[in-house]
């Protein structure tokens, strides 16, 4: 067991008391909450990167993006995430996948806008739900256990999932038009057998401040991109693209309603002043590549794009 687990432990339970705040938060293990569901479509973007048998880091988060590289094949993989929590939920999450019916894991995880649009579940982190996932959840990852079964055994699940995570959750169908493994029942069986499988390697820890000890054939960085000053989006690629294989690919940043096309607006974060990140990365000479935005599966919208700003490692 880590040495911070117990630290981790007490700052999740005075979030579920509904006793933490921001000044309170330790940034390093509590501060941040869980995204149930990934708010990218996966979907439109996975294709441009080849998995079977190759090796990944990806960002933790809901779980979803080391779920769907599952699914394509990739057994070798990191999750690396700031927060220790989403070590936890990516366990919670695979005991669920292993344990319950598609129907039953949209039950036990859903919150918002199910099983109803503008209805919250009621049901969510249900407790026989939680009985059918919990034994598989032990032999997974002990630590994932008992901070589960502690916070379920001592508080509301409402306020579990009100306190802890985001309230930031698409649509049903959107979270399903996302996710490969969430498409249809054939993915999500086929996703079932091939996640006990695999064994991801997690990394905690400042992206900026940990030293990684191989390197990948992909990299997946989801938006954290959005969140930072340009100098930082530099650091941040050639920090990452000296961890990459030969003919390996970095995810700089997932980008929302954005093409090549879209102009920049004042306040709106830097990177999506795309001549100007371009001109920064240019010895990376990275690509930007469209797809339906999540926007555009909510409102079945084909004109509203999202994209991925992505560098090639050429040999």
């Known amino acids: 067991m880590s040495q911070d687990f117990s630290k981790i432990m007490d700052c999740a339970i005075k979030r579920c008391e509904g006793k933490i705040d921001v000044e309170d938060g330790a940034q390093e293990n509590c501060f941040y909450q869980i995204y149930p569901f990934t708010t990218e479509n996966i979907s439109g973007y996975i294709n441009q990167f080849y998995l079977k048998n190759k090796s990944i880091l990806t960002v933790g988060s809901s779980g979803d993006q080391a779920i769907n590289a599952i699914l394509y094949g990739c057994q070798n993989i990191s999750i690396l995430d700031v927060n220790p929590y989403a070590k936890f939920y990516y366990y919670l999450k695979i005991a669920s996948i292993i344990n319950l019916e598609l ?96 064994f991801p390697h997690f990394i905690t820890g400042n992206l900026f401040k940990i030293d990684l000890m191989r390197n990948y054939d992909n990299i997946w960085l989801s938006n954290i991109g959005t969140y930072l000053p340009r100098h930082f989006i530099k650091i941040m690629t050639d920090k990452l693209a000296g961890s990459l294989n030969q003919n390996g690919n970095l995810l700089i940043s997932y980008l929302y309603q954005t093409t090549a096309n879209t102009k920049y607006e004042d306040g709106w974060s830097l990177i999506y002043d795309l001549e100007k990140t371009f001109n920064i990365l240019r010895e990376y000479n990275p690509n930007l590549v469209s797809f339906i935005g999540v926007d555009g599966l909510k409102f079945q919208d084909s004109n509203i794009k999202d994209s991925i700003l992505v560098y090639r490692k050429n040999s």
Do not use: A, G, H
């Open 103 to 198: 129907e039953e894991f949209m039950m036990f995880l859903r919150f918002k806008d199910y099983p109803n649009v503008f209805k919250d579940n009621n049901f969510v982190f249900n407790k026989k739900l939680y009985n059918k996932v919990k034994l598989t959840l032990r032999l997974l990852d002990y630590e994932s256990y008992l901070f589960w079964d502690d916070l379920f055994n001592s508080f509301k699940s409402i306020d579990i999932r009100n306190r802890l995570f985001s309230l930031d959750e698409n649509r049903t169908n959107v979270i399903s038009d996302c996710n490969p493994y969430l498409k249809n029942l054939t993915s999500y069986k086929k996703t079932r057998d091939k996640i006990q499988k695999v």
